[in-house]
Structure formats: structure tokens, C-alpha cells
């Protein structure tokens, strides 16, 4: 028996955190893991989970449209209404805490609620209470960034726009990743007036150029108002709406503004100075390979060091964690063809190396794109165009990008990152047969590069 209370005390009960607690308690280990606000973290309460249910509510809108304009159906009056769904989206959630509450119980971690400071390399306190542990997991997520400009109060971040008592109508949303693009569409679904303004040329950043002009086109074709290379100097509050005014001295007046400018690593008063915890000059904590910060017991996993924020990338260095130290199996996380998606209307799906990154590190490759309307929107007037892109180094043949703009993109690219991930090149791709009519068999027939 150690000398220490616990193996493993992890700080914070996001997705990351409760997975390598569980894993590690799973191996033998005795884990704590402390946690002030929601279990589950960002994902299931702020993050994810109510993000897909807000984008599924939007959905409905066009799928009544699409049902009476082509296919025959007659509807009555539809409404949506904000605070009944709030109110379903809230149960659903608290439904989830008490899940992640039995998944802990059930592994034998002990959850302790309370803000958790690092007291020095072995101890942390909370609520007073001070326990001793041979290794500590620092996984505390993110929270979101709002620049520093004058009536930065009156706007929202992510985390409010969950729990708006009304729905705005009209809305000014800021930013150009993922966040901004998926409320710009729901809104937009729902009926809200959106306009998105973005500080550079094209949204997306990070994504494939093509993707990215793509989705800006089918955007615009929804009447979301979308600007470029414009960014907001000030906010004002009146009676009745914000007015914000932009660094082309133009105003613009909405019931509500929504930052989407981006995440921060939580390190806030975690006592890392008391271990000695190096920060990156990004601001998160700096970790090896191994996920092992500057101080050899304490690890660190997910948004907090800033490497691939996503869940399941949390999840994963979690797991690798687990077995690394718990199950005499070392594993480092591979941060390579992690397949994403945006769930944008319509949505991204995205694995592997975006063009510019692929011709930097192939030099040649062949490049295959195709745009159509799908056989769904054949009935109606939609003019919606799916996207799809194969990038594959000429070299070895292998498939190394592939991206898609489209119903269901995140769905099909799950599968396709399968194949990706195995290595599978332009060959295998053109010898399996599709399934039709769909449009993932497109990804099976791009036959010419272009
Ligand atoms: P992103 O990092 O994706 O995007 C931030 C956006 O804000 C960028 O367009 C950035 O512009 C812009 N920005 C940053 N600072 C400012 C500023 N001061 N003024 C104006 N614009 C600014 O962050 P998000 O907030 O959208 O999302 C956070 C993270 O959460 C994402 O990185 C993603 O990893 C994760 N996430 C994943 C989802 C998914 O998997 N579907 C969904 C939602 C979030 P620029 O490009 O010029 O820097």
C-alpha cells in the first residue's frame, strides 16, 4: 500500500478526466477526481451534446419545407418554441450528469465537489480538505476568450447562449471557427435574423480552402448575413437592443452578441506554481509526448494543454494515460487523422491533410473534387450543393485527405476515416463499389483528378 491517499487525483470531471479516472480505477488504481462545477464538462453541458440537439431543433424548418415543397406533404402551422426545447435540453442534461455520476460510482472513483488547488508535486486541497496523491491529471478544459474591448459585458459567450430565456430574433454573432458557424446556422434555422462577421478573409481557418469557400457559399445562400474582414471595436446597450460598432465604423444593432472568438486553457488558480507546472507560451500546460508535464507526476490532458481540442481526442489521451501508468501498457496519443466535423447546415466532415498541408509535405498530388445536388433536393428549389475532395499523394497512391461539405458529412467521414487511418490509397477507394444511390459512393467514383 502507497503512502498516498490516492494513485491518481484528477482535476476536473470533463470528458477526458472522468475517462482516465474510470480507466485507471478500471486497472486497480484508487482515483479521486474533483470537479466545481458539472460533471461531464463542456461537452455535456455547454459544449457537444446540447450544441447537436440545438442543430437537430434547426433541422426541422427545411425538412417541413423540403416535405411540403417536393414531396406532397401539407402541413399545418409550425412553431418553434425556445423554452420548451430549453427545457427538454435541460432534463436531457441533468439526465447525463446523473449518468456520469454512476459511471464514477461504479468504477469505484471518488467524485469530490469543489475547486481543486495544487498544494505542492504530491497534494491537493479542496474545500479545505487536503489529500495526498503518487500522480496527478490536470484535465480542466477551456473557457471561452472575450477580447478585451469596451461593453464586452453586454455580449455572450457559448456558454450563455444555452441558456437564453428567449431566443433572439435578431443576432450578431463574432468569430470564424467552429462555434460561430454552427449557432449562426441553428439560429439561422430557427428563424433568428444572424449576421456573422469574421476578422479575416475567409472563416475556417485551419480547414481546407476549398471547404472553406464552400461552406461560405452555401451559408450565404441561406441568408445568413456572413462579412469578412470585419471585427467589432465597441458594444453600447440601449433600452432595448446592442448596437455594436465595427472597425469599419459602421454599427450594427442586434438583441443579442454572441463571441465564438475562441477557448482559453482553465489554469486559473490551480496552485501550479506550488508544483512548479510549466505553461507553453500558448498559455496551456506544456506536456510531452506522454502527455507528462515539466514535473514527472503530474499529467496533463485535453483543452487544458491545447493540442487538438476535441472530445474525443480528450477521451483518447485519457485512455492512453490510464494504460501508460495503471496497465503496464504505454501509449502515447497519436494526434494524426483525427476525422472532425462542423456541424454547420449544411455540415462538415473532415480527416487527413487539408491541400496546402498535403502539397507541403508530398510536393505532388493528385487532387479530385465533385459538387452536386443531391437526388433529396431534386424535388424542391433548394440549391444546395454537396462538395467532396480526395487529396492523394501521387507517390504511394495513399488517400491522404479527404473533406466534405454536405447532409450527413460527419456521419459519412466517421466510416472514410477508417480507411484513412489504415492507410488505404486511391486504388482501394476506386474498387469499392457504392452504395446507391447515396452520395457517399461520389467518395468511390472520383475518377479524373482536377
Ligand atoms: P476556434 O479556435 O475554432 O475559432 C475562433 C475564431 O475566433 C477564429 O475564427 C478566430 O479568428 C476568431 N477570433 C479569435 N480571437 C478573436 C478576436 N479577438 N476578435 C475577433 N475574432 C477572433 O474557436 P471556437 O470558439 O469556435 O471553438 C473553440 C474550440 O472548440 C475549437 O477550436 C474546437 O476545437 C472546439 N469545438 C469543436 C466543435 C466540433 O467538433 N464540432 C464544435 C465547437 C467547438 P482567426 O482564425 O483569425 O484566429
Known amino acids: 500500500m502507497s503512502d498516498f491517499d490516492f494513485d491518481l487525483f484528477v482535476i476536473g470531471a470533463g470528458s477526458g478526466g472522468v475517462r482516465a479516472a474510470r480507466f485507471s480505477a478500471g486497472f486497480g488504481a484508487r482515483v479521486a477526481v474533483a470537479e466545481e462545477r458539472y460533471l461531464g464538462g463542456t461537452c455535456v453541458n455547454v459544449g457537444c451534446i446540447p450544441k447537436k440537439l440545438l442543430v437537430y431543433a434547426s433541422h426541422f424548418a427545411?425538412?417541413?419545407?423540403?416535405?411540403?415543397?417536393?414531396?406532397?406533404?401539407?402541413?399545418?402551422?409550425?412553431?418553434?418554441?425556445?423554452?420548451t426545447f430549453i427545457k427538454n435540453k435541460d432534463g436531457e442534461i441533468?439526465?447525463?450528469?446523473?449518468?456520469?455520476?454512476?459511471?464514477?460510482?461504479?468504477?469505484?472513483?471518488?467524485?469530490?465537489?469543489?475547486?481543486?488547488?495544487?498544494?505542492?508535486?504530491?497534494?491537493?486541497?479542496?474545500?479545505?480538505?487536503?489529500?495526498?496523491?503518487?500522480?496527478?491529471?490536470?484535465?480542466?478544459?477551456?473557457?471561452?476568450?472575450?477580447?478585451?474591448?469596451?461593453?464586452?459585458?453586454?455580449?455572450?459567450?457559448?456558454?450563455?447562449?444555452?441558456?437564453?430565456?428567449?431566443?433572439?430574433?435578431?443576432?450578431?454573432?463574432?468569430?470564424?471557427g467552429y462555434i460561430a458557424v454552427e449557432f449562426a446556422?441553428?439560429?439561422?434555422?430557427?428563424?433568428?435574423?444572424?449576421?456573422?462577421?469574421?476578422?479575416?478573409?475567409?472563416?475556417?481557418?485551419?480547414?481546407?480552402?476549398?471547404?472553406?469557400?464552400?461552406?461560405?457559399?452555401?451559408?450565404?445562400?441561406?441568408?445568413?448575413?456572413?462579412?469578412?474582414?470585419?471585427?467589432?471595436?465597441?458594444?453600447?446597450?440601449?433600452?432595448?437592443?446592442?448596437?455594436?460598432?465595427?472597425?469599419?465604423?459602421?454599427?450594427?444593432?442586434?438583441?443579442?452578441?454572441?463571441?465564438?472568438?475562441g477557448r482559453v486553457p482553465?489554469?486559473?488558480?490551480?496552485?501550479?506554481?506550488?508544483?512548479?507546472?510549466?505553461?507553453?507560451?500558448?498559455?496551456?500546460?506544456?506536456?510531452?509526448?506522454?502527455?507528462?508535464?515539466?514535473?514527472?507526476?503530474?499529467?496533463?490532458?485535453?483543452?487544458v494543454t491545447d493540442r487538438m481540442n476535441l472530445t474525443p481526442v480528450a477521451i483518447h489521451e485519457g485512455v492512453c494515460l490510464a494504460n501508460t501508468l495503471f496497465n503496464n501498457t504505454p501509449m502515447n496519443p497519436v494526434h494524426s487523422n483525427v476525422p472532425a466535423a462542423v456541424f454547420s447546415?449544411?455540415?462538415?466532415?473532415?480527416?487527413?491533410?487539408?491541400?496546402?498541408?498535403?502539397?507541403?509535405?508530398?510536393?505532388?498530388?493528385?487532387?479530385?473534387?465533385?459538387?452536386?445536388?443531391?437526388?433529396?433536393?431534386?424535388?424542391?428549389?433548394?440549391?444546395e450543393k454537396t462538395f467532396m475532395k480526395l487529396i492523394v499523394d501521387k507517390k504511394s497512391d495513399r488517400v491522404v485527405g479527404l473533406h466534405m461539405v454536405g447532409p450527413e458529412a460527419g456521419e459519412i467521414v466517421q466510416g472514410f476515416a477508417v480507411a484513412i487511418k489504415c492507410g488505404a490509397t486511391k486504388k482501394d477507394f476506386d474498387s469499392t463499389l457504392g452504395i446507391h444511390p447515396t452520395s457517399a459512393e461520389e467518395f468511390v467514383t472520383l475518377r479524373e483528378p482536377g
Not at 506536456?287 to 515539466?294: G, L, W
Open 62 to 83: 427545411e425538412d417541413f419545407h423540403v416535405a411540403q415543397q417536393g414531396f406532397g406533404w401539407s402541413l399545418g402551422e409550425t412553431r418553434f418554441d425556445w423554452k
Open 94 to 176: 441533468q439526465r447525463l450528469n446523473g449518468i456520469y455520476q454512476g459511471l464514477l460510482d461504479n468504477t469505484g472513483v471518488q467524485h469530490i465537489q469543489g475547486h481543486a488547488r495544487i498544494v505542492d508535486a504530491h497534494s491537493v486541497e479542496v474545500a479545505g480538505q487536503r489529500y495526498t496523491a503518487k500522480n496527478i491529471l490536470i484535465a480542466t478544459g477551456s473557457w471561452p476568450n472575450m477580447p478585451d474591448i469596451p461593453g464586452i459585458e453586454h455580449a455572450i459567450s457559448s456558454n450563455e447562449a444555452f441558456h437564453l430565456e428567449e431566443q433572439p430574433q435578431r443576432i450578431l454573432i463574432v468569430g470564424g
Open 185 to 261: 446556422c441553428i439560429l439561422n434555422g430557427l428563424g433568428s435574423e444572424v449576421i456573422q462577421l469574421y476578422r479575416g478573409p475567409l472563416f475556417l481557418r485551419g480547414f481546407d480552402d476549398d471547404v472553406r469557400a464552400h461552406l461560405a457559399e452555401e451559408i450565404r445562400k441561406r441568408d445568413i448575413d456572413l462579412r469578412f474582414d470585419l471585427n467589432v471595436v465597441s458594444i453600447e446597450k440601449t433600452d432595448s437592443e446592442f448596437c455594436a460598432t465595427l472597425t469599419d465604423g459602421s454599427q450594427l444593432s442586434a438583441d443579442q452578441i454572441l463571441f465564438a472568438t
Open 266 to 303: 482553465l489554469t486559473e488558480n490551480l496552485g501550479l506554481e506550488n508544483a512548479g507546472v510549466k505553461l507553453n507560451d500558448k498559455g496551456a500546460i506544456a506536456v510531452d509526448e506522454t502527455s507528462r508535464s515539466n514535473v514527472p507526476n503530474i499529467y496533463a490532458i485535453g483543452d
Open 345 to 383: 447546415q449544411p455540415p462538415i466532415g473532415t480527416v487527413g491533410l487539408t491541400e496546402a498541408q498535403a502539397r507541403e509535405e508530398f510536393g505532388a498530388v493528385d487532387i479530385y473534387r465533385s459538387s452536386f445536388r443531391s437526388l433529396r433536393n431534386t424535388l424542391t428549389d433548394s440549391q
